[in-house]
């Protein structure tokens, strides 16, 4: 499976952006998939998570309430609204597959794609 964010841009905190994670190949509905963020000099970190059916989610405490992960097998797609921004929700957002046990750690992903700039001013 291939995966490909985009929807990033600027926005002025408390503003909103919806990503997306669009995926070719047939097995898109068999993986549970994440989103990470990555920040100039930071680590990679865990954002969100949802099971390969949709009917399970996990979120970071700090985008807990905030954040929606949400996927349509039938169109390949993952997403993530994301209200209530803030300047520390700057980063690059990566969506990947998850293959591990545990959602929280980026070594549990694989195909990762190319990421999507977001940038949340004050």
């Known amino acids: 499976v291939q995966l490909q964010a985009s929807g990033g841009g600027l926005v002025q905190a408390g503003g909103s952006l919806r990503l997306s994670c669009a995926a070719s190949g047939r097995t898109f509905s068999s993986y549970d998939l994440g989103w990470f963020r990555q920040a100039p000099e930071k680590e990679r970190e865990f954002v969100a998570a949802i099971r390969w059916s949709g009917g399970s989610t996990a979120y970071a405490d700090s985008v807990k309430g905030r954040f929606t992960v949400s996927r349509d097998n039938a169109k390949n797609t993952m997403y993530l609204q994301m209200n209530s921004l803030k300047p520390e929700d700057t980063a690059v957002y990566y969506c990947?597959?998850?293959?591990?046990?545990?959602?929280?750690?980026?070594?549990?992903?694989?195909?990762w794609g190319q990421g999507t700039q977001v940038t949340v001013s004050s």
């Open positions: 990947a597959a998850h293959l591990g046990s545990s959602y929280y750690g980026a070594y549990q992903y694989a195909y």
